[in-house]
């Protein structure tokens, strides 16, 4: 069964930093691209980056652009976002989703999200 | 970037009705569109993918057409458990853009 569990969410002042993980199971994490997408609450879905399988190419919506880092460990089968510079608008749940293995995205499989509150 | 518009934003309709929501694209992107599921507090859940193909253990009452601009998702025959938020979401190239929502509300 695939499983993607999303962690390290929490409150943070603007400013701050914060580090997502998402630990993959029930899959070959290494053959797949690896996407993150946010929702804020109230709101509507935002991709906002995805990894390649063997992390060597990524991007992102622009505006996390030089402020949120994805990065990969197939070893560890987990995913991980780097967040810096957080402000009030990067308040949601960020979930974690299995994306393609060659072609088109589509988001197959996701967590059950961890939230993220921006707030002084 | 390409901007995804759903039409409309909420709709209100009855158990058995057939229901069609619409996305449009700001520019071509062919047949790479897929549509999600939401239901409150759990995480999207892959419909379609490529504009027309139903993903593995979607009933068939759902089906998706279009390509370039336009496309549209039906759902034939409204069960009570299709009650839910639908987004499209392009899939050619990043930035992947979801439109904004359509909440699909029982009258």
């Known amino acids: 069964e695939v499983q993607l569990v999303e962690s390290g969410g929490g409150l943070v002042q603007p400013g701050g930093s914060l580090r997502l993980s998402c630990a993959a199971s029930?899959?070959?994490?290494?053959?797949?691209?690896m996407s993150w997408v946010r929702q804020a609450p109230g709101k509507g879905l935002e991709w906002v980056a995805n990894i390649k399988q063997d992390g060597g190419e990524t991007a992102y919506v622009e505006s996390v652009k030089g402020r949120f880092t994805i990065s990969r460990d197939n070893a560890k089968k987990s995913l991980y976002l780097q967040m810096s510079t957080l402000r009030a608008e990067d308040t949601a749940l960020y979930y974690c989703?299995?994306?393609?293995?060659?072609?088109?995205?589509?988001?197959?499989?996701w967590g059950q999200g961890t939230p993220v509150t921006v707030s002084s | 970037d390409i901007q995804m518009t759903q039409s409309p934003s909420s709709l209100s309709a009855s158990v058995g009705d057939r229901v069609t929501i619409t996305c449009r694209a700001s520019?071509?992107?062919?047949?790479?569109l897929n549509w999600y599921q939401q239901k409150p507090g759990k995480a999207p859940n892959l419909l379609i993918y490529?504009?027309?193909s139903l993903q593995s253990g979607v009933p068939s009452r759902f089906s998706g057409s279009g390509s370039g601009t336009y496309f549209t998702l039906t759902i034939n025959s409204l069960q009570p458990e299709d009650f839910a938020t639908y987004y499209c979401q392009k899939s050619d190239r990043t930035p992947l853009t979801f439109g904004g929502g359509t909440k699909v509300e029982i009258k």
């Open positions: 989703a299995r994306d393609k293995e060659v072609g088109p995205s589509l988001l197959d499989f």
């Open positions: 029930g899959f070959a994490f290494s053959n797949y691209w």
């Open positions: 520019q071509s992107i062919n047949n790479y």
């Open positions: 490529g504009a027309s």
